[in-house]
């Protein structure tokens, strides 16, 4: 059978000289509604498969959450990747691909006149925010309640160590909700810096959802009336629902848009893509990081962006999450597990019904790890576009004992 000794003893050895043993959403414990099965420490990835510190293979349905999109080792964009490090990483100023990648993103986000870079979608959020603020004058945010947009003391979930002043220019507003959203902003009329939303509800434990298209085009238009920045957090759903932009099937635009997490499927990037109208105040900022000009994440956010291209990737992606749900469903059924499937096919969203302490998610989480796959009780999962037919197909052989064993336990 097949066993983490591995890795309970790299738990000890973190627990004692990191605080917490390991921190923030990679964090695996019984608190988190994680399992004992399911690993926390990994040692390597190929394509969509992961191989934990005590060998065991999965077929990972998390993807790190999010940011592998081609594969891990892409042999692709690694060899991209290779070949800047040799010529140099962090230099003391931006190579030519810092320029390229900027042109790249300006072609392939439809609202982007420009991009700016830094490394986490925290950081890509925040800047979105200040370059909002430095726009306007203004102070106040309005958010989605719920709606996560990084670690930093505005939006962390958690109020450890944040004081009311680092909350108190953000009013929230229901997603999904125009007359809330209208609410939260004349609460604050004249004094609107941003309106900061993601493309779809992709809050945890809930169901995930698209907006509807008047919610969309209402915050545009909102944004417009009040002079406000429309701020779209794509940074979960770069690559994974529209490579042009999450709400061009709605005909909206944004005016600054947070990416991150698949952009160089792995390597740390972020970018904020932007307006015309907004050019002047984000050059006015000051933001920079010792890391954030270095080529490698460059070489490899290009190679990412032309592997996607050119192998139709987030088709393929919406293809294999569209088989994958349906198996999912089939098989959940025909064990007479009633289950409820949501979010785009590349970011799939999977929940037991009428289970608020979420003991049958837990239970499948825990059963198909054992068998090697990685899904999450909670949290929405992600596939790739190296998730090939075969790998789905051998996560649907392993689920469908999953479902069986949790079915007889119940
Ligand atoms: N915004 C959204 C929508 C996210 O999902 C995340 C990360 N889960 C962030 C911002 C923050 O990104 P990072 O963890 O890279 O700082």
């Not at 692709?76 to 810092?98: N, S």
């Not at 698209?210 to 919610?215: D, I, L, N, Q, V």
């Not at 059924?333 to 998610?361: C, I």
Request: glycine share 10%; aromatic share 8%; with cysteine.
């Amino acid at each position: 059978g097949r066993t983490l000794v591995a890795d309970g003893a790299l738990r000890a050895r973190a627990e004692a000289v990191v605080p917490g043993g390991v921190y923030g959403h990679l964090r695996v414990t019984a608190d988190r509604g994680m399992p004992p099965s399911y690993p926390q420490f990994f040692a390597r990835g190929s394509g969509a498969r992961l191989w934990d510190v005590d060998g065991n293979e999965y077929v990972d349905l998390m993807c790190a959450f999010g940011p592998m999109v081609a594969g891990y080792a892409n042999p692709v964009v690694d060899a991209a990747a290779r070949a800047q490090l040799a010529l140099g990483d962090a230099l003391t100023g931006p190579g030519e691909k810092y320029v390229e990648y900027a042109e790249r993103l300006v072609g392939t986000v439809a609202h982007a006149d420009w991009a700016m870079f830094a490394k986490n979608g925290t950081d890509a959020t925040s800047m979105s925010v200040v370059i909002a603020r430095a726009a306007t004058g203004r102070t106040k945010l309005l958010k989605a309640e719920k709606a996560y947009h990084g670690a930093n003391p505005w939006f962390t979930p958690s109020t450890a160590g944040v004081v009311g002043s680092d909350r108190a220019d953000i009013v929230e507003f229901d997603y999904d909700d125009l007359a809330s959203l209208e609410r939260a902003a004349a609460s604050v009329e004249g004094d609107v810096a941003a309106i900061v939303v993601t493309p779809f509800r992709h809050d945890g434990f809930v169901d995930q959802h698209f907006p509807s298209a008047e919610f969309a085009r209402g915050v545009r238009a909102l944004a417009d009336r009040t002079g406000a920045a429309l701020i779209l957090d794509e940074v979960r759903t770069t690559f994974r629902v529209d490579l042009a932009g999450a709400w061009e099937r709605f005909g909206v635009r944004p005016d600054l848009t947070a990416m991150s997490k698949a952009l160089a499927n792995g390597h740390a990037l972020s970018a904020v893509v932007g307006v015309d109208s907004l050019r002047e105040a984000a050059a006015s900022i000051f933001v920079t990081g010792s890391f954030w000009m270095a080529g490698v994440p460059f070489a490899a956010a290009i190679a990412t962006l032309d592997w996607m291209v050119q192998t139709d990737g987030l088709t393929r992606m919406l293809d294999a999450g569209q088989v994958l749900r349906d198996g999912l469903q089939a098989q959940a059924s025909a064990h007479g597990l009633g289950v409820v499937q949501t979010g785009p096919t590349s970011m799939p969203f999977l929940r037991f019904e009428d289970e608020p302490r979420l003991e049958t998610a837990i239970a499948f989480t825990d059963a198909a790890a054992r068998r090697g796959v990685l899904v999450h009780p909670w949290h929405n999962m992600f596939v790739s576009a190296a998730h090939t037919p075969e790998d789905i197909a051998t996560v649907l052989e392993r689920t469908d004992e999953a479902f069986a064993e949790v079915a007889r336990s119940r």
